[in-house]
């Protein structure tokens, strides 16, 4: 069977892994890339007899190497084996795709060009001859909609007939001089099957890991040496680019008059309006903020609603092994399948209705305009603007949003905003907080402990910019149009960011709950609970809830599922509502788990990261402590 192996390349919010779900589904795989933290997306699928492996890079504008994403676009272009590259572009803002299809094509790589929002782009007026853009670059141009599935068939098929194009594709042709340095940088490189053209520009491009195919890197300071009429020679390479992308764009485009039957300029005058609210000052903090609380307003009513059917069912699925209470080895079991049913019913609903919720922003275009706003605040704070952004993750998931401060200019910086991972409710202490405190407290006793969090946030944030001083730096972020979401292009966005979840989550909820099982049996549960017994006290909780809090760290989904464990189902007749309270606070607060606590050692070292995750925690318990005191009083 034919295999080919194809890259999927294109800037931010250019529909990528649409593209990707169109024509593989969310039968896909996400890992990091061989050496980084760069996550990758790969899937694999049969078309008439070829098995075709498409690999969803990271979103980039440029091939380079100024940032992690691009180095690995870069590695995976030019050190695997890659038989084409897709670049995905965006018909809206047609030049700044083409600068990197020029890019490629550079390197001498068979380049598909699959040309997305085109009725985007129509609505505006911008009409593009696709045949016309084929013709001048010598590349098939597809026309594509991921989500009606428009040229997903023809894209396969110009894909498995890749060996049977004929032709050199376009080539930009540089100043006289630079070309002259092109051609001396060419004779000193070895042999190698990345073309000499392509190594000799990035080299003059300053990619220092081309410099590794060079004979003698002297031939660096005698090029630059020579061409005195090009001091930045970098820049200039780049705005040659720039310039041919520029123009080939300017030729295949057209302006055309906008039709009414399509009533585009009301749409557009729509999205102007909803924008000239959202960003102003006063209106737009109000806005965002009001519909951030109406969203965590409806998860917790519709996870409550789900998680109240799935109670049921589980305690009905669970009284089928009363019988066999006596039984030792039964107790375990029924521990273990405890663990498993209180993460189906009291962490899954929760998890999943976020990333719905989340797409549904992404798609629509709203989370952008949120993190704009949310800037604002952020610099008074002594955060840079672009730490939103990695906040932003953070509600999803600690991990790659520890990872995602690496957009941040210093390392003083970057810890910065990691150490507010300890304060932002991820997925995991959202489900802790809408499936515990709020399922068996109530929703004002949920929205307590949110106000909580914001608050203790907001005092480490102050205590730490009084230490750290950054000067702040402006945010720049494309802003999406206004898009209608497509229901399967979320549901299968959801499923991808939360199968990590089901296949690792859901078997450490089961090993805790057996685990919990035997420390009941063998009464070894004394060992723990005995020693940190001083903890409880001070939060003013039972004894047991300190399993469920050391068991938290290891992962946090494991939290409510423990408390289940060692209390039972009725928790709201083991604690009262204000110990409820309190616990939702001490296991909320704090760098989030074990796997959070890797991926602080792994970006700033292990003295600052264990320094960092004992800080919070320590200060998460005695907030808590504090807090379940002067409640207490009233």
Not at 341 to 358: C, D, N, R
Not at 368 to 383: Q, T
Request: hydrophobic share 50%; net charge positive; aromatic share 10%.
């Amino acid at each position: 069977m034919r295999k080919l192996k194809i890259l999927l390349i294109g800037q931010p919010n250019v529909g990528k892994s649409s593209l990707l779900n169109g024509l593989i589904g969310s039968r896909v795989i996400v890992s990091n890339y061989p050496g980084t933290t760069v996550e990758v997306i790969q899937a694999e699928k049969i078309f008439n007899n070829t098995k075709i492996k498409f690999v969803d890079t990271p979103g980039i504008y440029s091939i380079s190497d100024r940032s992690e994403e691009e180095k690995v676009t870069e590695k995976a272009l030019f050190e695997e084996k890659v038989d084409e590259a897709i670049v995905v572009a965006d018909a809206t803002s047609l030049e700044r795709s083409l600068y990197m299809a020029l890019q490629i094509l550079e390197a001498e790589i068979p380049t598909v060009i699959a040309l997305n929002f085109v009725r985007e782009a129509e609505k505006k007026g911008i009409k593009i001859d696709s045949k016309k853009l084929a013709k001048l670059l010598n590349i098939p141009v597809m026309l594509i909609n991921p989500l009606t599935k428009r040229g997903i068939n023809e894209l396969v098929d110009i894909i498995s007939r890749i060996k049977k194009r004929k032709g050199r594709s376009f080539k930009i042709k540089y100043d006289d001089h630079i070309e002259e340095a092109i051609n001396k940088i060419s004779s000193q490189i070895k042999e190698t099957s990345i073309p000499t053209r392509f190594i000799a520009l990035r080299v003059l491009e300053e990619d220092e890991d081309f410099y590794k195919y060079l004979k003698d890197k002297r031939v660096i300071e005698e090029v630059k040496e020579s061409l005195a009429e090009h001091p930045k020679v970098a820049e200039n390479v780049s705005i040659t680019r720039y310039g041919t992308a520029s123009f080939i764009a300017e030729r295949i485009t057209k302006i055309v008059p906008l039709e009414k039957r399509l009533q585009p300029y009301g749409s557009l005058r729509l999205q102007e309006k909803i924008d000239d609210i959202l960003f102003r000052k006063i209106w737009g903090s109000f806005i965002t903020g009001l519909f951030i609380l109406t969203i965590f307003g409806t998860l917790l009513y519709l996870g409550n609603f789900i998680q109240n059917i799935l109670m049921d069912l589980t305690e009905s699925f669970l009284s089928f092994f009363g019988t066999a209470e006596h039984s030792i080895t039964a107790m375990i079991l029924v521990q273990g399948l405890t663990g498993l049913t209180a993460g189906i019913s009291v962490a899954l609903p929760y998890v999943f209705l976020f990333y719905l919720f989340l797409g549904s922003l992404e798609d629509i275009g709203l989370l952008s305009r949120f993190i704009v706003n949310a800037e604002r605040f952020l610099k008074k704070l002594g955060l840079s603007g672009k730490s939103f952004i990695p906040l932003a993750l953070g509600l999803g998931c600690s991990v790659p949003a520890i990872r995602a401060t690496r957009i941040l200019s210093s390392k003083k910086e970057q810890f910065h905003t990691a150490s507010l991972f300890a304060f932002t409710p991820c997925s995991s202490r959202i489900a802790i907080i809408m499936g515990i405190v709020g399922f068996y407290g109530g929703i004002k006793l949920a929205f307590s402990v949110f106000a909580t969090l914001f608050v203790a946030g907001l005092i480490w944030a102050f205590f730490i910019k009084k230490i750290v001083h950054i000067k702040s730096k402006y945010l720049l972020l494309e802003l999406p149009p206004y898009r209608k979401p497509l229901i399967k292009n979320i549901l299968a966005k959801s499923w991808i960011r939360m199968k990590d979840f089901v296949y690792i989550v859901i078997p450490l909820l089961i090993l805790g709950g057996i685990a919990c099982g035997i420390l009941n049996v063998t009464g070894f549960s004394k060992y723990i609970v005995e020693p940190l017994l001083p903890i409880t006290t001070w939060l003013g909780l039972p004894a047991m809830t300190i399993i469920p809090l050391v068991f938290g760290f290891l992962q946090r989904d494991l939290t409510g599922a423990m408390l289940l464990s060692v209390l039972g189902s009725k928790i709201s007749l083991a604690m009262t509502p204000l110990q409820i309270y309190t616990f939702g606070i001490a296991s909320t607060i704090g760098i989030p788990c074990i796997i959070a606590l890797g991926m602080l050692i792994k970006e700033f070292g292990f003295k600052k990261a264990i320094v960092l995750t004992i800080t919070s925690i320590v200060y998460g318990l005695l907030f808590a402590g504090l807090v379940w005191r002067i409640v207490s009083l009233f």
